[in-house]
């Protein structure tokens, strides 16, 4: 069993920087992909980014592109998603995610393994 743990969500203004972290306990084919999701109060989960741990393949929600990042550092079994420009809808729980396929977005079912989430909070 993996572990995930995030860290890094705090209340910011708009148009503040953040850099979330996800810590894996360990690797497996389960966990060939990272990524984050997120979820709003009220709203089901979305996904917001993903990435294989070499980086030669990630994928973005629209909505973010051009202004997060996700990001692997493979000795420290580490994936960042540094956010930019923040926006109130960018308001939620972050919650990272590994799974087997670059696939998640369409497929979110195939996440193997779930953290605990890290709420980020933009005011306007």
């Known amino acids: 069993q993996v572990q995930l743990e995030e860290s890094g969500g705090r209340l910011v203004q708009a148009g503040a920087s953040l850099r979330l972290s996800c810590t894996s306990s360990?690797?497996?084919?389960?966990?060939?992909?990272m990524g984050w999701f997120r979820q709003a109060p009220g709203k089901e989960r979305e996904f917001v980014a993903a990435t294989t741990w070499s980086g030669d393949i990630t994928d973005y929600l629209e909505s973010v592109k051009g202004r997060f990042t996700i990001a692997a550092d493979n000795p420290k079994n580490t994936v960042y998603l540094q956010m930019n420009n923040l926006k109130p809808e960018d308001t939620g729980l972050y919650y990272c995610a590994a799974a087997s396929q670059i696939t998640i977005q369409r497929r979110p079912n195939e996440v193997h393994y779930w953290g605990q989430g890290t709420q980020v909070t933009v005011s306007a």
């Open positions: 360990g690797r497996t084919w389960r966990t060939t992909v």
